[in-house]
């Protein structure tokens, strides 16, 4: 007797090894992120740079990110498999891990920021519009979610690694890095056997069998909307980027000398209070949460420069997870509404817009306030800051159309 062979997974199941792993190569970039942040302190005692360096180093990443999605960004949807750009983007990602995980210098660590900043800017856009297609194929609605936990999960456990490293002095400056670099080529090689689908091959062409419809007219109705998502993703971004450029260092002032290690789970803190609301907020339509995380943005970040005015690192720990939340709840809704409007012919450049507008908007923010940190002096800056979040914030409330 012939055995009978097994019946074939449903489209879902199929689906679910290459989301794991686009998942994973989404988190193993964004360890990239934040794992120095709590090394910041650590390596400005050694070779002794004022802040604007410190703001600089997480500036180059974002603009590594920026160039790459500047030249890469609707690559992924002319080329006949995502992976093409996914898969040299895992190796620069584990290029970059090893660079800054073994500098020996100031120079050699913006090498590797950049490099970090380059692999990430070619995965996001291109991981993002495959996760979209994935979408399309067994229509489910995961994309964002799935994305935005990724990301939030990466950004999380960057710090709590280093912190643990710095803690147990187990090769502080190294061993986080080799950990994104040992995760880059796993999900490389999960990107390379496992089951990728075929017609996620060809996104655009298996959807849409008639000619490619320019990107202008695609987007003619909605290119308000798609600027107000990115605005959104700005706001969001430039107060992330705060945290983990400067979060580590803001809380430290407030604690006992040599609570270095302890201070650096402050941008893990502010990462699992957005993940656990990405996760809460799933279900919540979009124009929902953006409205909530804006609010919740604005009100954090005066709640936290009030405790830091005020020395009081409590405070400061208490307003940083509501600001953790509201950074979720419109990072998703953000999320959301642009899954929602992109036409699937453009999904990756629309994606790579998406997120140089962030990009672009965290990296000038951070670089100009650790200028004017220098300048004028902390508080000033962060009071400053307070009206700036503010009026963002309303400006979005009142002119958004979610």
Same mark, same amino acid.
């Given at each position: 007797?012939?055995?009978?062979?097994?019946?074939?997974?449903?489209?879902?199941?199929?689906?679910?090894?290459?989301?794991?792993?686009?998942?994973?190569?989404? $988190?193993?970039?964004?360890?990239?992120?934040?794992?120095?942040?709590?090394?910041?302190?650590? !390596?400005?005692?050694? @070779?002794?740079?004022?802040?604007? $360096?410190?703001?600089?180093?997480?500036?180059? /990443?974002?603009?590594?990110?920026?160039?790459?999605?500047?030249?890469?960004?609707?690559?992924?949807?002319?080329?006949? #498999?995502?992976?093409? *750009?996914?898969?040299?983007?895992?190796?620069?990602?584990?290029?970059?891990?090893?660079?800054?995980?073994?500098? #020996?210098?100031?120079?050699?660590?913006?090498?590797?920021?950049?490099?970090?900043?380059?692999?990430?800017?070619?995965?996001?856009?291109?991981?993002?519009?495959?996760?979209?297609?994935? #979408?399309?194929?067994?229509?489910?609605?995961?994309?964002?979610?799935?994305?935005? *936990?990724?990301?939030?999960?990466?950004?999380?456990?960057?710090?709590?690694?280093?912190?643990?490293?710095? !803690?147990?002095?187990?090769?502080?400056?190294?061993?986080?890095?080799?950990?994104?670099?040992?995760?880059?080529?796993?999900?490389?090689?999960?990107?390379?056997?496992? #089951?990728?689908?075929?017609? %996620?091959?060809?996104?655009? =062409?298996?959807?849409?069998?008639?000619?490619?419809?320019?990107?202008?007219?695609?987007?003619?109705? +909605? @290119?308000?909307?798609?600027? &107000?998502?990115?605005?959104?993703?700005?706001?969001?971004?430039?107060?992330?980027? +705060?945290?983990?450029?400067?979060?580590?260092?803001?809380? %430290?002032?407030?604690?006992?000398?040599? %609570?270095?290690?302890?201070?650096?789970? *402050?941008?893990?803190?502010?990462?699992?209070?957005?993940? $656990?609301?990405?996760?809460?907020?799933?279900?919540?339509?979009?124009?929902?949460?953006?409205?909530?995380? =804006?609010?919740?943005?604005?009100?954090?970040?005066?709640?936290?420069?009030?405790?830091?005015?005020?020395?009081?690192?409590?405070?400061?720990?208490?307003?940083?997870?509501?600001?953790? $939340?509201? /950074?979720?709840?419109?990072?998703?809704?953000?999320?959301?509404?642009?899954?929602?409007?992109?036409?699937?012919?453009?999904?990756?450049?629309?994606?790579?817009?998406? /997120?140089?507008?962030? /990009?672009?908007?965290?990296?000038?923010?951070?670089?100009? *306030?650790?200028?004017?940190?220098? %300048?004028?002096?902390? +508080?000033?800056? &962060?009071?400053?800051?307070?009206?700036?979040?503010?009026?963002?914030?309303?400006?979005?409330? @009142?002119?958004?159309?979610?």
């Amino acid at each position: 007797m012939t055995a009978s062979l097994p019946p074939p997974l449903p489209l879902s199941g199929r689906l679910a090894v290459p989301r794991a792993f686009l998942a994973l190569a989404l $988190v193993g970039a964004l360890l990239g992120s934040t794992t120095p942040s709590p090394l910041y302190g650590l !390596y400005q005692s050694l @070779w002794n740079f004022p802040s604007v $360096v410190l703001s600089a180093l997480y500036a180059v /990443y974002a603009f590594g990110v920026l160039l790459s999605l500047a030249a890469l960004g609707g690559l992924s949807d002319r080329l006949p #498999d995502r992976r093409l *750009i996914l898969l040299p983007a895992l190796a620069v990602v584990g290029l970059g891990a090893l660079s800054f995980g073994f500098a #020996d210098d100031p120079q050699a660590l913006f090498f590797g920021r950049l490099l970090a900043g380059l692999g990430t800017g070619a995965l996001t856009g291109s991981a993002n519009a495959a996760l979209m297609d994935f #979408d399309n194929l067994d229509r489910q609605r995961r994309a964002a979610s799935l994305a935005s *936990i990724a990301f939030t999960a990466g950004a999380a456990l960057g710090p709590v690694i280093s912190s643990v490293a710095l !803690y147990l002095d187990f090769w502080p400056r190294s061993s986080p890095f080799l950990l994104i670099a040992a995760l880059a080529l796993l999900a490389g090689l999960g990107l390379v056997f496992g #089951d990728w689908p075929r017609p %996620a091959k060809t996104p655009a =062409c298996a959807e849409r069998p008639t000619a490619r419809q320019p990107l202008g007219r695609a987007m003619a109705s +909605l @290119w308000p909307a798609f600027a &107000m998502v990115c605005a959104v993703l700005v706001l969001g971004w430039a107060v992330g980027s +705060l945290f983990i450029a400067l979060g580590s260092t803001l809380l %430290a002032s407030l604690l006992p000398a040599g %609570a270095l290690a302890a201070a650096g789970l *402050i941008v893990a803190a502010f990462q699992i209070a957005a993940g $656990v609301t990405q996760f809460l907020c799933r279900r919540l339509p979009a124009g929902r949460a953006i409205r909530l995380g =804006c609010m919740l943005l604005a009100a954090g970040w005066a709640g936290c420069t009030f405790s830091l005015a005020q020395g009081l690192a409590w405070g400061f720990c208490l307003f940083t997870l509501l600001c953790g $939340v509201g /950074y979720g709840a419109s990072f998703v809704g953000a999320m959301g509404h642009l899954a929602a409007i992109a036409p699937a012919e453009h999904r990756g450049t629309l994606s790579s817009l998406f /997120y140089v507008a962030g /990009y672009l908007g965290s990296a000038l923010g951070i670089l100009g *306030i650790g200028a004017l940190i220098d %300048a004028a002096g902390l +508080l000033p800056t &962060m009071r400053g800051l307070v009206v700036c979040v503010g009026l963002a914030a309303a400006a979005i409330l @009142w002119r958004g159309r979610f």
